[in-house]
């Protein structure tokens, strides 16, 4: 493949803080997540687990412990990470096999918010290695796309049911005679149907709670559920893969039949269809109510990802951004809700999220929205969900997108420009600051979420010492991800000028991404840090350092995740007079004087020569979505543009 080539001249004399940090960064990473292995794994990279498994829950707890390993390998992590990412993948597979969760190495049958967060981290494995993982991600998408497999019907355009997987013959919600709600969580979220029950009556024995039983298989184990929209993502994968138009068209008439929905109910996504694809046609008419939806247990938390996973794989695959309107409504809808007070005063079931990224801020008063929906109307406040208005903006930059994100900004009574150091599960969560940084006011933003990924590793180093002798039981497996020391918001956020992906289910979004030239693999080579400062399509600016003070780097410029991006052009900084160096009797040097050069590339992929100790600023003009997504390498052959 043809590349435009430039090369770096301007000297690299007082490295920048945020260079020294990103890579010593990328060094703890390599040390942690080698610990963890040793610590928590077999030798066929099975998690250490010698119980049963008596639900249907826990296969996502298995492979969420990996899910960002691929990624970090994506990233310019070491270079035998995939391939222990892949032993984990395969290892984790064969013993939920033996557990008897999988069918054919894929889900028997459970909802999408879990189903999701399971397949992360195939979705990095075949960003990573296409060819080793193309078979697994196809096979798995037919599960959906072909209804002989008796998940999809298309004539209704629905998911026949809310458990869905590989054993069509998992039907229901859960196995027994109830489902297993526990008192925690009862407590945080309430019941399912809960318009069954009068208010003020006493709360029924579980084994009898006929909202835990035979009404909610009947009213909530059929038809299609919102969440069921983050099947999108496993097809969007396979048509990147493949570029076979089915998987397109699954897509633009699935996500479409939801568009039409939403349209329908004042531009809010509804969450449940019957059998039949009517909406509410279980529920009594109602368009909220169905499984993992509006009213239980999550709400806005699980609907929104589903929907911003379904409506950014409709933009990717069709090239219509009009499917973003499957969320642009609900958004404003619960913002026109908000309420100004402080957290500690809300009525919010999502304490355990918000109290560590909020911290201090919990008792300051700002703007709530709702979450949930129910016969009592909106109801579960919280701050809004960054990572949705953020895809949303990151993915066309549309000014109504980044109008939204200001005036949250404007309406917040805490900073949005504070970093905190935490981890939630999603490995996000810092949004807010990061949009004040490539807004222009918190240039200090990279340091600080550097130094606050380093604090998260350290922690989970700490507790992975405190805990890795410890015989886990069934109701502790969520110990391996609350362990887990890979950590790479800040590192997708910085080099690739991207937000951390959608957590169940999404597939990577960035401005940018990286290849070694010289090893022929992703990721940024070693010594080299990268900055992106902004993500303007006009004016995406990118920092490229090499601190190697001997051998040179030669990296490869991708635009976008999956080279759907075209660079049209480049300004980009030189040093061409070497007059700074002085004579050899000078005791100082002088001020390099930098120009700027500009090229035309036309193309994904533009070439950077880095010498030893140089660094280079790139200005890209970017074209977006100009090309048709795909795993294709700049070490493959020329394809078209699309």
């Known amino acids: 493949m043809t590349r435009a080539d430039i090369e770096a001249s301007v000297p690299l004399l007082e490295p920048p803080g945020w260079a020294l940090a990103e890579r010593e960064l990328f060094d703890l990473l390599d040390h942690a997540w080698r610990r963890f292995a040793r610590d928590f794994t077999g030798p066929d990279g099975r998690l250490t687990y010698r119980h049963a498994l008596t639900s249907r829950d826990g296969v996502d707890d298995f492979y969420e412990v990996f899910f960002n390993w691929p990624q970090l390998y994506l990233l310019g992590g070491a270079d ?8 984990h993948w395969e290892g984790v597979t064969a013993q939920l096999t033996e557990l008897g969760m999988l069918k054919d190495e894929y889900e028997r049958g459970y909802d999408w918010f879990h189903q999701g967060e399971s ?42 049911r809310p458990h869905n997987g590989s054993d069509r013959g998992r039907t229901s919600l859960f196995d027994g005679t109830h489902y297993p709600w526990l008192d925690q969580e009862a407590r945080c979220y309430g019941f399912p149907l809960d318009w069954l029950e009068p208010d003020g009556a006493p709360e029924p024995d579980r084994a009898q709670d006929r909202r835990l039983a035979g009404e909610m298989t009947a009213r909530m184990g059929a038809g299609d559920t919102a969440v069921n929209l983050a099947a999108a993502g496993l097809v969007l994968n396979a048509w990147i893969l493949t570029g076979d138009p089915r998987y397109r ?144 903006w990151h993915h066309g930059g549309n000014p109504a997108d980044r109008r939204r994100l200001e005036e949250l900004r404007e309406a917040a009574g805490y900073d949005w420009r504070t970093v905190r150091s935490f981890r939630s599960k999603e490995e996000a969560g810092h949004e807010e600051p990061w949009f004040a940084f490539l807004g222009g006011d918190n240039p200090d933003y990279p340091e600080k979420i550097l130094a606050a990924a380093q604090a998260q590793v350290r922690h989970r180093l700490a507790r992975m010492q405190a805990h890795h002798d410890v015989e886990v039981s069934e109701a502790d497996i969520h110990l391996w991800q609350q362990c887990n020391p890979v950590v790479t918001e800040a590192l997708v956020q910085l080099t690739w000028g991207g937000p951390q992906v959608i957590y169940n289910g999404g597939l990577q979004q960035a401005r940018v991404r990286y ?4 090893r022929r693999r992703p990721g940024l080579p070693a010594s080299v840090a990268a900055l992106v400062w902004s993500i303007d399509p006009l004016a995406t600016v990118v920092d490229l350092v090499n601190l190697h003070p001997e051998h040179d780097r030669t990296v490869i410029v991708q635009a976008g995740a999956f080279a759907e991006h075209t660079i049209e052009a480049v300004r980009y900084t030189a040093c061409p007079d070497q007059s700074w160096l002085g004579s050899l009797y000078d005791y100082g040097h002088s001020q390099p004087a930098v120009t700027e050069h500009q090229a035309d590339i036309h193309g994904p992929w533009l070439t950077v020569h880095l010498p030893a100790s140089t660094r280079i600023r790139l200005t890209l003009t970017l074209a977006l979505r100009t090309r048709t997504p795909s795993y294709a390498t700049p070490f493959d052959g020329p394809r078209p543009a699309g």
């Open 515 to 518: 290849y070694d030239a010289s």
């Open 249 to 392: 068209d699954w897509i633009e008439q699935y996500v479409g039949a939801w568009r039409e929905r939403a349209a329908a109910n004042d531009g809010i996504m509804p969450d449940n269809t019957g059998p039949d694809g009517v909406v509410g046609s279980l529920l009594g008419g109602r368009w909220y109510g169905g499984h993992y939806g509006w009213s239980w247990p999550h709400g806005w938390y699980s609907v929104g990802s589903a929907a911003a996973v379904a409506a950014l794989a409709a933009a990717a695959a069709t090239g219509d951004d009009g499917y973003l309107d499957l969320l642009r409504p609900a958004l404003d809808a619960m913002i026109a809700r908000g309420k100004v007070m402080a957290f500690t005063e809300s009525d919010s079931s999502l304490s355990s999220k918000w109290c560590p990224q909020l911290a201090e801020a919990v008792t300051i008063p700002t703007m709530l929205v709702p979450f949930r929906h129910s016969d009592r109307g909106w109801f579960d406040y919280n701050p809004m969900l960054a990572s949705v208005p953020v895809a949303l």
């Open 80 to 87: 035998d990470l995939l391939a222990q990412a892949g032993r």
């Open 119 to 160: 397949l992360l981290l195939l979705y990095f494995l075949t960003m990573a290695d296409p060819a080793r993982w193309a078979e697994r991600a196809v096979r798995f998408a037919e599960l959906y796309v072909d209804p002989a497999h008796g998940n999809y019907d298309p004539a209704r355009r629905i998911i026949r």
